[in-house]
C-alpha cells in the first residue's frame, strides 16, 4: 500500500527521500568508523604501490612504491665494493658503474673491486665477505642478491624470511665496518632455469616470488637505513614492453632477462647500472658549454675547458667524459640498446651545450664528424650532447677505459674466486693478498693511463 501510495503522489516520495537523508546525516556519528586505537610501534600506513603499465602481464603483480633516490652518497676518494651473484660475476653491470664512475665523475678518485660469485645466495656471501671483501676495507657496498634465493620455485613466506635474515645481516656486517650500503633487489627471469634440478612452478610464479623478494629487499634497506635499488621492476616492464618497441620477430627476439633468461645482456645489464648509479645519488650533470653567438663568448663547466671559440668554432679540452654506447638500437645485446629502456640520457648523461642570443632560425651543429640540426628555440634551451650524438669524440676514449676496466675485474674475479679460496690462501692468506695485489696493481694503472683528457671541436653554423 505504501508503494501504492507514494507512486501516486511524488510529492510525497521526494519528502520521504529528503526525510531519509536527513536522518542519516542526523545520525553519521552513530555509524561512522572508529578511530584506529594508537598502538605504540606499530604504524598504519601508507600502502602504496608502483604504477602498473596497461597490459595483461602485469596483472598479477603489485609492487610496493620504490623510495626515490637521494642525496649523492659517495664521497671522495671511497672504495666500492660491487657484490652479487652470476649476474654480477657476468662482469657487466659492475664494469658500466665502474667505467661511469671513472670517466664520467673523476673528481671523486672512486675505487672499484667486484665480488660476484656464480650460484650464490646471501648465505654465500655472509661466510665469505669477511675475507674476500672486508680486507679491502670498503666504504661503500652494493648488493645484487635474489635471483638463486628464490630457489626457482613459487614463493613461500619462510623462504622470503630466510632472504630477509640473510640480507639483514650481511648489511648489518658492513655496517658495523661503517660501509654504506645500497641493497638491490633481484632482477625478473625471462625463462625458466632449465639446468635447476629442483625448480618447481611456471615462469609468472617465479616472477611473482621475484617480486615479493623486491619487495622484502626494500623492507630491509628501510629498516637499516640504507639504500635501495630496484632492479626487478624497471627489468620486468622493460621485459614486457621492449620487443615490440625494438621491433623483436621470433627469428630476432629481444630478450631483456638475457639468452638463457637468467642472465642479461648487455640491455638487462644498462638497468642494472642505471638503478644503482641512480641509488648512489649521482645526479647526470656531466658538464655544460655555454656559447654567446653575439658576442664571441664561450665558457665551459668544471672538466671542461674552452681553449678558442672563433668563427662560431669552439674548441673544448675535457678531463670528464659524456657516458658513451655504440651498437644497434634494437639489439639486447648493445649497451646503446639498454639506454634506450630507461631514461638514462635524462638521469645521468647530461652534456649540455647552450647558445644565448641565436640570430638565425635554425642551426648546423657539427661535434667531430657528425652533424645535426637544430632551432634556435632548442639551442637557447639546451641540447643534451650526449643523447644527440651516440657517435662523438669521446668514444674511443671511453671504450679505452671501458677495456681496462673489464680486463681489472676479470682479474679481481681469479683472485677472489681461484686464490682467495685455493690451497696457498689457506696456508698463509695475508702473503695470497699481497701477491694478487702485486698483481692487480699495474691493471689499475692502466685504467689510469687509459683515461686521458680530450680535446674536441664544435662548429655552429647558421642554416638558411
Given amino acids: 500500500m505504501v508503494k501504492h501510495m507514494l ?64 642525496p649523492l652518497l659517495l664521497r671522495k676518494n671511497d672504495r666500492l665494493a660491487i657484490c652479487g651473484d652470476s649476474i654480477t660475476e657476468q662482469k657487466m653491470y659492475s ?35 669477511d675475507q674476500d671483501c672486508l680486507t679491502f676495507e670498503p666504504t661503500v657496498a652494493t648488493l645484487a642478491y635474489g635471483m638463486n634465493d628464490s630457489r626457482y620455485r613459487p614463493f ?10 640473510h640480507y639483514t645481516a650481511i648489511v648489518r656486517r658492513f655496517k658495523q665496518h661503517n660501509v654504506r650500503v645500497v641493497v638491490g633487489s633481484p632482477g625478473c627471469a625471462g625463462k625458466i632455469a632449465e639446468w635447476v634440478k629442483s625448480r618447481s612452478g611456471n615462469l609468472e610464479q617465479h616472477n ?12 630491509v634497506a628501510e629498516r637499516e637505513n640504507v639504500r635501495f635499488a630496484d632492479i626487478f621492476w624497471p627489468m620486468y616492464q622493460a621485459q614486457v614492453l621492449a620487443p615490440a618497441q625494438h621491433h623483436a620477430t621470433a627469428e630476432k627476439a629481444y630478450l631483456v632477462a638475457g639468452q638463457d633468461g637468467i642472465h642479461p645482456g648487455w640491455a638487462g645489464q644498462v638497468i642494472m647500472a642505471w638503478t644503482f648509479l641512480r641509488s648512489l645519488g649521482l645526479d647526470g650533470n656531466l658538464g655544460q658549454l655555454t656559447v654567446d653567438l653575439s658576442n664571441g663568448q664561450a665558457t665551459g663547466s668544471d672538466g671542461h675547458k674552452v681553449d678558442q671559440f672563433k668563427d662560431a668554432v669552439i674548441t673544448v679540452t675535457s678531463t670528464r667524459y659524456p657516458f658513451c654506447a655504440r651498437g644497434e638500437v634494437d639489439d639486447f645485446n648493445s649497451i646503446r640498446s639498454g639506454m634506450t ?36 628555440t632548442q639551442l637557447a634551451e639546451g641540447i643534451n650532447l650526449a643523447a644527440e650524438f651516440p657517435e662523438n669524440p669521446f668514444c674511443e676514449a671511453f671504450e679505452r677505459v671501458s677495456e681496462a676496466v673489464g680486463k681489472k675485474q676479470a682479474y679481481e674475479t681469479e683472485q677472489v674466486k681461484k686464490v682467495f679460496h685455493g690451497p696457498e690462501a689457506r696456508d698463509d692468506f695475508n702473503s695470497v693478498v699481497e701477491k694478487t695485489e702485486e698483481i692487480r696493481k699495474p691493471l689499475v694503472e692502466a685504467i689510469e693511463q687509459a683515461m686521458q683528457p680530450v680535446t674536441h671541436v664544435l662548429k655552429i653554423e647558421a642554416v638558411n
Fill in 7 to 70: 507512486w501516486k503522489s511524488p510529492l510525497l516520495l521526494i519528502i520521504s527521500l529528503v526525510g531519509i537523508l536527513l536522518q542519516s546525516l542526523n545520525t553519521t556519528q552513530v555509524f561512522a568508523q572508529p578511530t584506529p586505537t594508537v598502538i605504540e610501534g606499530v604504524e598504519l600506513g601508507p600502502y602504496l604501490y608502483e604504477t602498473k603499465p596497461d597490459d595483461p602481464a602485469f596483472q598479477s603483480f603489485n609492487p610496493r612504491l620504490a623510495p626515490k633516490p637521494g
Fill in 95 to 129: 664494469r658500466l658503474i665502474e667505467t661511469y664512475l671513472i670517466a664520467c665523475m673523476p673528481e671523486l678518485n672512486i675505487s672499484v673491486r667486484q665480488y660476484g660469485w656464480s650460484g650464490e645466495k646471501t648465505d654465500g656471501f655472509l661466510r665469505r665477505m
Fill in 156 to 165: 613461500d613466506v619462510t623462504n622470503g624470511q630466510w632472504y630477509a635474515d
Fill in 208 to 219: 611473482i616470488h621475484l617480486c615479493a623478494l623486491r619487495d622484502i629487499a626494500m623492507g
Fill in 341 to 376: 629502456l630507461i631514461p638514462f640520457n635524462d638521469d645521468l648523461n647530461r652534456f649540455l651545450l647552450t647558445v644565448k642570443t641565436p640570430q638565425a632560425g635554425n642551426y648546423r651543429v657539427t661535434w667531430g664528424e657528425h652533424s645535426r640540426e637544430f632551432s634556435s
